[in-house]
């Protein structure tokens, strides 16, 4: 198996220390020591940690299966709910959250580059699943009364909260709520 | 006017910086320029960061109201809607968050203290709001389907999320969003 380029795992080291440890504390050094590489060599892939998170955010946004709220094979509630069951199931231990809602806690209000870069990352996320309910109100799934758009956004909000809560708890009753409230009184 | 005591310089510059810059970018000597005391005086009263961030956690609780969320004198509904408005309006400039959202962010998977201190203001914020919610029910102001304690979890995460989205925004949209959503579509 032919072994990752460099910048390759600088970026992997980076997404990886930047959801464990968050950017300001996540080092260069930290960084180059996780992806086994010389810190000198750094610099030769990436201007600075502000253009690695650039890109760091951009690779995980594609592990988010946004795509997959647009897979027309299953309904759309279904879907829906299937698409926050992955992005809980994938979370190890109650710790890490999202880099979406993590960076726009730490670091959005002093990086104009990655501000830009979540709030683009925000609202695919926001539109895709906007669709999916309109597809849902349409299909009579989902509340009629609704506006998909203001609903979307209220519900990638209350799903960043629902981490927050599920990291200071350590414990899944974060997610318990999140399902209850959504599925049963919000959508339907 | 007395002068606040050196303790008391150091609390408050604590609060500001780490709602400014967040816990890690926050360094000591940043908190004793801020307060106007020299470096070495930061340990005569403060063991650690992390001790002055425990109390820096406290005050910051108080300032926000919360026993509001019991003042019977208003009607239960207005006064949820009016608690997360004085929230709103004194965020300036689209920044800075919730201290308990930034800390949940990029604190509580590192410090046990912090964390537990984190999650105590929480459940206290959503037991006044379930409080609440309860009340507006058995006014008939507010579903009574809902399990107040689930709704009031709730809405303290999309609160928190709110605030992320407005950030990487540096709009008002997602406040419009909450109100919305909240008041119109899930509590009545």
Known sequence: ??????????????VDL??????????????TDR??????SFYNHFESKEALATVALERYG???R?????????PPLERIRRHF???RDELPDFARGCMFGNFSAEVVDHS???????????????TLLADAIAEGQAAG???????????????????EGTLLQMRADKNPDAFDVFFAVTFDALLT
């Open 141 to 159: 799934e989902i509340r009629g009364s609704l506006d998909p758009q203001q609903t979307a956004h209220y519900l990638t909000n209350a799903w």
């Open 18 to 31: 930047f959801l464990e440890k968050g950017f300001n504390a996540a080092g260069v050094k930290d960084i």
């Open 66 to 74: 946004l795509t997959d709220l647009a897979n027309r094979e299953i």
């Open 62 to 64: 594609e592990t988010r």
């Open 1 to 14: 198996m032919a072994r990752r380029s460099m910048k390759e795992e600088i970026l992997g080291a980076g």
């Open 85 to 87: 069951e992955f992005l």
């Open 35 to 40: 992806a086994g590489v010389p810190k000198g």
């Open 112 to 126: 104009e580059p990655l501000r830009l870069r979540v709030h683009d990352s925000l609202n695919l996320w926001s």
